[in-house]
């Protein structure tokens, strides 16, 4: 299993046995001394993020590492004009690992073109957020004690969520089945769904109580409204899908709800306090899970 100098860019580029050994890492880190004490993380976000970004810092300065780069274009010479694989390029040269989020479908792949610095992918457009994906697997195995012989609801939008359609890839490898509850206008990609169904039990419906009480596992997202080209093609969708607290009535017991976050509505505050919500803990896996990935990426572990 070779993860020293790795691009991450893509959740299929990875076996079974490779995301199972990045969770056995993550479990190892609570107790990991600084290892990553003479690296540098260049953070280059072209898109907004609080947990993407705020977790890769945190986990690299936690393993005494030292982070360069910047959340706002305008800062940098791209404002003068400067192009995205010279910007790579010349980073690439200041620092040991490169974590990259775009807009832009496939340019973690491109920045791959500009250096052999390692670049992990924080979320290319609507296309892939693998690293979401590591963490996701991380919290199911967690609060469920296994990611085997689930019943997985993925909830919301669903045509151009990134993190749906990563986890939904890794989940593949196990035996689960795979509900997946949307407005006709937001399914899954239908190319992306019909390999889904080589390997595993699909489902498509648009309400998710018809599945409530079968459901271990529900993962709900977000209505971008940055995907939408037209304003108004976002304001008739908006609020169309919405979880609280009576859900709970319907459900299993110990049915666990996820969500990449941040929520626009999507998750009532009154579900928070329930035993049942777990994002908030998910969103902390991420610290675990971005210390195993840095520190295997630069050969630590
Ligand atoms: N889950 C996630 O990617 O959140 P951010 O957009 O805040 O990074």
């Known amino acids: 299993m070779q993860f020293t100098g790795r691009h991450i860019l893509n959740i299929d580029d990875f076996t079974k046995e490779e995301l199972l050994h990045v969770l056995q890492t993550a479990n190892k880190m609570q107790t990991q001394p600084p290892i990553l004490q003479n690296n540098i993380m260049a953070s280059l976000f072209f898109e907004p993020s609080t947990r993407t970004r705020l977790s890769f810092e945190s986990a690299m300065k936690r393993l005494g590492g030292s982070v360069i780069g910047f959340s706002d274009c305008d800062d940098t010479s791209l404002a003068k004009g400067e192009s995205f694989m010279d910007t790579i390029k010349v980073i690439g040269g200041y620092c040991d690992v490169i974590v990259l989020r775009h807009p832009k479908e496939g340019s973690a792949q491109k920045a791959t073109e500009a250096t052999n610095t390692p670049i992990i ?167 675990p899970i971005k210390k195993a990935l840095l520190s295997l990426v630069l050969g630590k572990v």
Do not use: W
């Not at 996701?136 to 019943?151: E, P, V, W």
């Open 121 to 287: 992918n924080g979320g290319d457009g609507s296309n892939q957020h693998p690293t979401q994906t590591f963490l996701d697997l991380y919290t199911i195995q967690k609060t469920k004690g296994r990611l085997d012989n689930l019943h997985i609801a993925f909830f919301g939008y669903l045509k151009y969520g990134r993190t749906v359609h990563s986890l939904a890839t890794a989940l593949q490898f196990f035996n689960v089945t795979m509900y997946f509850v949307s407005l006709k206008t937001l399914k899954m990609p239908p190319k992306q769904l019909q390999e889904l169904k080589k390997h595993i039990e699909c489902v498509e419906i648009e309400d998710i109580n018809e599945v409530a009480p079968q459901l271990d596992v529900i993962y709900a997202t977000r209505i971008q409204k940055e995907r939408f080209q037209y304003e108004a093609d976002f304001q008739k969708i908006k609020g169309s899908y919405k979880l609280d607290k009576t859900f709970l009535n319907i459900a299993k017991k110990d049915v666990k709800i996820l969500h990449p976050l941040p929520r626009v509505g999507e998750i009532q505050h009154t579900l928070d306090y329930t035993p049942n919500a777990v994002y908030f803990q998910q969103a902390h896996y991420g610290i």
